[in-house]
């Protein structure tokens, strides 16, 4: 792609209601802009690593045997009725009428619309185990939407589904969740600790949720030392005001302090803070009872199916990798989210022999199967050409210049800023073996 045909439209200003760092990059860097209060519209660049993620979450969901459906993201307000949370679920949830009065909702998550889809289908236990999830706009009317993509009100959430004929095979499928998630977010290329949860409106008693480890995060998580155990607070303490308290702290304050008890390994528990991204549920009947959603089992007996319930909050994703990988200067993407790998800086574009020089290498390293992008842009400097490397975040920039006549170019690494001269003969070499290595 020729940064000259990409719509990126990068900006100095500061966003005024933006704190967090990924909220200042994605909308200084040209990924994302603002419609309304929790609405976001993604640029070309945004829409590129969500991309990205979504390939991944599709991939590996995909790999453990579960199906994608799409279902209508309006559904009607008498589900909600039927499962008896359309209180629960507030004024989160927002209702309307159509031109007949009937009454509708705009799907903040969908156990009622899928358990409504399997009944009457899957039959009998022979059916079962089924798992179904979609990559689908939710809509919550947050009481407070903040922190860009983190907390919207409008996001993209992966949410699945699964039936099962009993409790031992529904743990089987929740335990391969829990797997399929961590191999999901290790090649997102994220920090994060899987943590016990609390179920909160959805109900139901085993839940998981996966954080990804930032000073910015909303939730206060405690981990062990030397263990694998962590859980959220909201687990651990029944006592609100104590919760509330703990959220309030700051990161470095949270360092000072650490839980008397004690891991039941010996270790020593930790506060930390996280951005939920993935959280999974053992429902059990909670919403297959209720809407009367049954098979039959061996005997030939009516059963009402056994669910479980798996989110992963894909936009959210978008903010919280720059939330764990970030400077001053910008954002710094993670290979397998990045949307380009390589930005190829022509420095002076007007120069035929250093465009020529650069949409070489271009050519080659895209032959090579490396997604590149090349900063042909005529009328901005080096300078600039240089901050909006720095700003978008791109892992690698070769700059194409001064050094050309002696046949050299320069590799940046943007996490480091470390630059290395290499010949221009070697480039397309070079850069596919350090992506190996990556
Ligand atoms: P939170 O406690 O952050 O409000 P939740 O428990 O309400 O999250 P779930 O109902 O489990 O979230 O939704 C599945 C996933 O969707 C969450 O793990 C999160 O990553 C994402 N998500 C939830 N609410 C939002 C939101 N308002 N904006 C962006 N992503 C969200
Ligand atoms: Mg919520």
């Known amino acids: 792609m020729k940064f000259s045909r990409l719509f990126i439209p990068t900006t100095k200003e ?25 609405l976001y519209n993604l640029l070309p660049l945004g829409k590129m690593v969500q991309d990205n993620i979504r390939a991944i979450v599709k991939e590996e969901l995909d790999n453990a045997g579960c199906n994608e459906v799409q279902l209508s993201m309006v559904t009607p307000y008498k589900l909600w009725e039927q499962s008896e949370r359309s209180d629960a679920m507030g004024k989160e949830m927002l209702r309307f009428k159509d031109r007949h009065q009937n009454d509708f909702v705009l799907s903040p998550t969908n156990e009622e619309a ?9 039959k009998s236990y022979k059916d079962l185990p089924i798992n ?10 947050e009481a407070r939407p903040r922190f860009g993509l983190l907390r919207g009100r409008e996001f993209l959430m992966k949410d699945g589904y699964s039936f099962h004929s009993n ?12 797997n399929t998630y961590k191999k999901i977010f290790t090649r997102l ?15 139901g008693d085993g839940s998981k949720e996966f954080h990804v480890l930032a000073n910015s995060g909303e939730d206060t998580i405690v981990v062990c030392e030397n263990c694998d155990y962590g859980a959220n607070i909201e687990k651990i303490f029944d006592n609100d005001e104590e919760i509330d308290a703990l959220n309030e702290l700051s ?39 209720a809407l009367n959603a049954t098979f039959l089992d061996e005997n030939g007996k009516t059963k009402p199916f056994i669910m479980a319930t798996f989110g992963i909050g894909v936009s959210r994703l978008i903010a919280a990798v720059i939330e764990q990988n970030y400077d001053d200067k910008g954002c710094i993407w993670t290979k397998t989210t990045a ?16 465009l020529n020089a650069g949409l070489k290498i271009y050519n080659e390293l895209k032959d090579a199967g490396i997604k590149v992008i090349i900063d042909d842009r005529k009328k901005e400097r080096f300078g600039f050409k240089m901050g909006d490397f720095e700003l978008i975040g791109f892992p690698y920039a070769i700059i194409v210049g001064k050094k050309l006549s002696d046949g050299i170019v320069e590799l940046v690494e943007r996490k480091t800023g470390i630059k290395k ?10 850069v596919s073996q350090v992506f190996m290595v990556i």
């Open 189 to 203: 290329g994220l920090d994060f600790r899987v943590v016990q949860a609390d179920s909160g409106a959805i109900g």
């Open 14 to 38: 500061m966003p005024h209601d933006a704190t967090l760092p990924s909220h200042q990059f994605l909308i200084r860097g040209g990924f994302i802009v603002q419609e309304g209060a929790g």
């Open 167 to 178: 409790t031992e095979d529904m743990i089987r499928e929740f335990n391969l969740m829990e």
């Open 251 to 289: 990161y470095e304050e949270l360092q000072e302090k650490s839980l008397e008890q004690k891991c039941s390994c010996g270790g020593k528990l930790y506060f930390k803070k996280g951005i939920e991204v993935g959280h999974i549920f053992q429902l059990g009947d909670r919403y297959t009872s």
């Open 421 to 430: 001269d290499i010949e221009i003969s070697k480039i397309t070499d070079i």
């Open 132 to 141: 179904l999830y979609q990559i689908n706009t939710k809509f919550r009317d």
């Open 339 to 354: 949307p380009y790998m390589v930005d190829i800086i022509v420095s002076n574009a007007k120069k035929d022999d250093e």
């Open 114 to 122: 899928m358990v409504t889809l399997v009944k009457n289908r899957a």
